[in-house]
Structures are given as C-alpha cells and as structure tokens.
C-alpha cells in the first residue's frame, strides 16, 4: 500500500482498518499494539510469498532459488539500515527481537568492560527485558546496577539520570518509550551525558519505532534494538544496531554455521560483520516480513501518522478522565499511544475480562514492568494501546465499554 493519508484515514479509518485482515471485523476493537501489532496484507503477502516462490536457504548455494532468497534477505536488511539510519548494513545484526538483541549485548560486550566495582545505569520503567541480562551481566562481573527513578508523571528523572552517570559508570540502558506508560525518554540527551563520562548507550526501540521517526546517528545510540511484530511485522524477527566499532571489537555470542570464515579441528576464525553474530539457518521469512512491514509504515507520512495518533491518544485519555474513579497512570509531556489507567475499587484483570466481553482487547497487569508498579505503588494497570489502525470510532466504542463495565463494580 503506497501513499496512505492519514488525514483522510482520520475520518474513514475504516479504509485503513482494511489494510489488516484481523481486523476487518468490525466488531473488534484491538487496543493492544503495545504488546503486539496487528499485520497489514501486505506482510502476509511477503512471506506467503517467499514460501511460494522463492523458499530456500541464505548464502549456501549457487542455484538461482537461493539466490533470490539471498537477494530478498540482504534487501531486508538493507529496509532496518534506512529505516533506523545506520551508516552500513554491517551495523545491523538479524536477532529473534529486542530480548534477544539485549543479550547479545550483555553476553559478547559487556564482559569486556565490567570489572568489580563497575557500574550500569537502568531505570525503574524498564521492561524486564532491558533488566534481567544487566542484572545477570553485573553478577557475573561484580558490577553494581543502579536504577533511576521515575517521576509520579512517568518520566524519567533526569536530575537523579545526571547525578547517577559517573566515572564508574559503563553501560547505561533505556528504554526509548516506555512500554507501560507510552512516556518518550530524550535519548539524545541521555546519549550525551552517557558520552561524557565514557559510558555506552544501549537502547531498547522496541515500543518506539511503530510510533516515532528513529535516527540512530542523531541520536547517538551506541545499540538500538527492537522487535518486527512490534512494528506491524511478523514475530520472532528483530534486529539489533550497533556501531561497527563496537561490534567488531565483540567476539560471536553463538557458533555454528554462517558466523564461521574457515574451521578445522583446532580452531576457528569467524565471519565478517553482521555475519560473524548470525550462527544458524535465519529466520528468513521473518526477515522478508519486517522488511514489508518496514516498506509500509515508510509508506505512511510521519508528521501526519504522529499527528493522528497523537490526536488518538488525547480523545481517548479527556474521554476516560471523565468518567467516575478512573485515574489515569502516566501523564508525560511526551508520550506514545499508550493510556494505563486504574478504577479504584477494582482489579485491572476484572476490567480487562469486562471489556474483553465487549470486544474491546486491552492488557491488564504488570506489562513486564514489575520495579515500575512497585514504584508508583500499584498491582497493576489496564493498559490500551494504539496502533495506526484507531481512531475515534474506536475510542468511543472503548469508552462506551469500560462505562458499560464500571456498571458491575
């Protein structure tokens, strides 16, 4: 789909809805992006498509079958290095998604530079994936991890963020949106001070780059991971950037085939980059996918996309606050299309199951961010989160839904 306008989209979003089969239904209202993004036609048509015509494996073969499925592997790629902006396809590493891309970083790059007494800085927003292998990286080092604090708003307290960067300090890792309250966290800033005190920057993209324009040279991420079905691609597809002198400076994560230049019975050298971290027959039909998913978000224009989910957003969270005991959780200056809210006297997974019935899908709970909860002293949220395929018609069938739902509290 080429040239859709979003402007237009506004006020038919049903033109756009058409786009995705899942939600052709009229019925369905999917408020759920955060978690997983529904695929328009055009990504099923491209894996369909190689599995059709062009199945074969990547790199290992010379008869014309592998050569176009080499050709449509190496285009993907090539689709992730314009989309986030690296300078060279060499930067861009294929990984299962951002959970993966993370432990990759904190397996081949981080014992080369934790030492007892080292330092990596995270933030209490954090989704569990951006904290577990820091966690498990500091064990193995003796490093100590610190956690910034988060304001009652849901931003990042950049006075504590300033205070915490110090010499001792690594790697510092955030998140670029956060997953469970939408909060934009100014990366560019943050890439800035991390510089300064000779630290690295990882990024963890992966609720961003369905919403925001992401330039990993402007700003200054050291890493940037995040996940394709995320990004209205498939699942078990992502990708990891890193600067390439980084990168080549890191030995391979896993071995096997593919990352290998020559092996005999006494040693190995390995591939060149993005090579030497890709062991292994790759998901190539994911691969295909995400570089569709990718064709079509660049489809869309950015400024107009922004706009209308924005807009989205505002309708959604006026429309909510107005209703009796519901408190919204998260009121960032910047946030991406995500709305967590609380009712008191009721249990976030009790409203999800009452909309749930309404053909309203929402999540419910902790959203992979536990510290987070603890720290604004919740068990949980309801969580709606947006895609480009809402609009008002759905707001308004939410808020009609969880009104409905407030009935039987």
């Known amino acids: 789909m080429v040239g ?7 006020t038919d979003i049903d033109a756009l809805r058409a786009d995705f089969p899942l939600l052709r239904d009229a ?36 008869h014309a079958l592998a050569a176009r499925a080499t050709d449509a ?38 014992p080369s530079v934790l030492q007892q007494d080292d330092e990596i800085l995270i933030s209490v927003m954090e989704h569990h ?10 064990q193995r080092s003796g490093a100590r991890l610190r956690a910034c604090r988060v304001t009652p708003e849901g931003e990042l307290d950049m006075d504590e963020l300033r205070e915490l960067i110090n010499e001792r300090t690594r790697i510092v890792a955030l998140g670029h949106v956060s997953n469970a309250l939408g909060s934009i966290n100014p990366i560019a800033d943050i890439a800035a001070l991390a510089h300064d005190a000779g630290a690295i920057l990882v990024v963890d993209g ?7 324009e992401v330039d990993v040279q402007a700003l200054g991420a050291d890493f940037y991971a995040f996940s394709g079905h995320k990004l209205y691609g498939p699942t ?14 890191m030995p391979p994560w896993q071995s096997g085939g593919e990352m290998i230049e ?4 006494e040693q190995t050298t390995f591939n060149a980059l993005p090579y030497k971290f890709e062991a292994g027959t790759p998901n190539i039909a994911g691969a295909v996918g995400l570089g569709a998913a990718i064709d079509y978000v660049r489809a869309i224009d950015p400024a107009a996309l922004a706009a209308h989910e924005a807009q989205t957003l505002r309708e959604a969270t006026a429309a909510i606050s107005q209703l009796p005991g519901v408190r919204v959780v998260g009121s960032a200056k910047r ?24 053909d309203v899908s929402v999540r419910t709970g902790h959203h992979c961010a536990m510290p987070l909860m603890q720290h604004l002293g919740l068990p949980g949220t309801t969580r709606a989160s947006f895609g480009l395929y809402n609009g008002s018609a759905d707001v308004t069938r939410f808020v009609q839904a969880l009104d409905k739902a407030l009935t039987f509290i």
């Not at 020559?262 to 019975?265: A, E, F, N, P, Y």
């Open 129 to 138: 994936s951006n904290i577990v292998p820091w966690q498990l990286a500091a």
């Open 236 to 249: 078990g597809i992502g990708a990891l950037y890193g600067r390439e002198a980084l990168l080549e400076s």
């Open 262 to 265: 020559h092996v005999t019975l």
């Open 4 to 10: 859709i306008d979003m402007n237009a989209a506004r």
């Open 335 to 358: 946030k991406t299309g995500v709305l967590s809210f609380v009712v008191d006297g009721a249990h976030p997974e009790d409203i999800g199951t009452l909309l749930d019935q309404q």
């Open 27 to 62: 019925k369905q209202i999917y408020l759920d992006s955060a978690a997983t993004t529904q695929k328009p036609q055009s990504v099923l048509d491209a894996i369909a498509g190689y599995y059709r015509a062009d199945n074969a494996n990547v790199h290992r073969a010379a």
């Open 73 to 110: 592997f190496e285009a993907a790629r090539e689709s992730v290095r314009g989309f986030l902006n690296a300078a060279s396809t060499r930067e861009i590493i294929w990984t299962r998604g951002t959970t993966e891309a993370i432990n990759l970083i904190a397996h081949s790059y981080a």
């Open 206 to 212: 992966a609720q961003a780059v369905a919403h925001l």
